[in-house]
């Protein structure tokens, strides 16, 4: 049951520890008629899939010299990037600065001061183009490094060369019919979905979107300056409760996906019951997400409903449910005792 020979390696930073999350049977999740894993990327050392590219914008910086000894990075971030580049940076020396809406949860701002980086606060009205253009401001203002995740080549790449690989040496004694994700700087589906079309071309590649910020379902195009940036919001864009998922533009690191048509399927899903999911996979397999997790694992669900006898899906769980505590993911979950927990205290007392 439990192997205990350890990794076989020791490792010299936190860093090279990032990647090679397990893929995970469920066993009591979706119809009887399929069989589902997930990609459990909690298991990266700051528990989400943003690790990896935080650690491969930093490391591709460094190797082209746009980024020197010592330079401040800047980036705009919803959170679990801002996360993973606080660990990187902490581990190699950079000062970081973040720039984030004021709406994300709070224990993301606590985690990445707490990692030594600087936050700074964006009104909320400005969405996800204000924070995108106060980290550009401040990064051509004062010469800092900008990540700048959603135009940046080092994203998908790192997806191609790592999670891509994974699950191709995973899955190479299986059958791998479905491949399910979401998108928020596209980076994953893209980077894994050049992989999977010349290794695994039979594998469907399903994109969740949230149902009220159906930005690709659309079909409506992005605006964009020449640096690939956006020129504004996307008119499909409503605020939705899916945190990292579908800002109100759609990336430049997004638009391959779209260009050479990776995606198979393009899925609504309604966070809200996405919520419903992850609460469900907690309790029912052990397993902790977030938000768009459930939503990708629900979306998930619903394919493998329709799907043919046998089929095997893949779903991506791109971080913990930890990382929610202060948001309505976890606001049913009360902190006091219910009567039937009062009752089993109240039984110990009695004589
Ligand atoms: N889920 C969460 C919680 C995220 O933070 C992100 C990244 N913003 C994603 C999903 C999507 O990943 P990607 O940027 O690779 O599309």
């Known amino acids: ?121 964006t ?62 700087t596209g980076g994953t589906v893209t980077g894994v979905a050049r992989a999977l079309r010349s290794e695994r071309p039979d594998c469907k590649i399903v994109l969740s979107e949230p149902h009220n910020a159906q930005l690709i379902g659309s079909g409506v195009p992005q605006e964009r300056l020449a640096d690939g940036s956006p020129t504004g919001s996307h008119p499909a864009w409503e605020p939705h409760v899916i945190q990292g998922w579908t800002p109100d533009f759609i990336p430049k690191v997004l638009q391959e996906g779209i260009d050479q048509s990776f995606f198979d399927e393009v899925r609504p899903v309604d966070g809200v019951k996405g919520m419903g999911m992850a609460q469900y996979l907690a309790a029912n397999e052990g397993i902790l997400t977030g938000v768009s997790g459930g939503s990708t694992l629900l979306t998930a669900v619903e394919v493998a409903n329709e799907a043919p006898e046998g089929s095997v899906f893949l779903v991506m769980l791109p971080d913990t449910g930890e990382r929610y505590l202060s948001t309505p993911l976890f606001e049913s979950i009360p902190a006091e005792m219910s009567e039937e927990e009062a009752a089993l205290f109240t039984s110990t007392r009695e004589t």
Not at 4 to 9: A, D, F, S, V
Not at 48 to 58: C, F, G, H, P
Not at 63 to 92: F, Y
Not at 132 to 137: F, I
Request: include cysteine.
């Open 1 to 121: 049951m439990y192997s205990t020979e350890g990794r076989g390696r020791l490792y010299p930073d936190i860093v090279a520890t990032v990647g090679d999350t397990p893929c995970v049977r469920l066993n009591r999740t979706g119809p009887d008629h399929v069989t589902m894993y997930v990609k459990v990327e909690s298991f990266n050392p700051l528990s989400s899939v943003k690790d990896r590219l935080a650690l491969n914008i930093i490391e591709a910086a460094e190797r082209d010299g746009q980024l020197r000894p010592g330079q401040t990075v800047v980036e705009a971030t919803s959170g679990n990037t801002g996360i993973g580049l606080a660990m990187v940076c902490a581990a190699k020396g950079y000062p970081l600065v973040i720039t984030m809406a004021e709406s994300f949860s709070i224990e993301r701002r606590r985690l990445m001061r707490f990692l030594g980086a600087k936050v700074v606060l």
């Open 123 to 184: 009104p909320k009205e400005e969405r996800g183009i204000g924070m995108y253009n106060t980290a550009k401001k401040l990064a051509a203002d004062n010469g800092w490094f900008f990540a700048s995740q959603f135009e940046n080549g080092a994203n998908a790449d790192i997806h191609e060369s790592t999670t891509a690989r994974e699950i191709l040496a995973d899955f190479r004694d299986s059958a791998l019919d479905y491949w399910v994700t979401g998108y928020g």
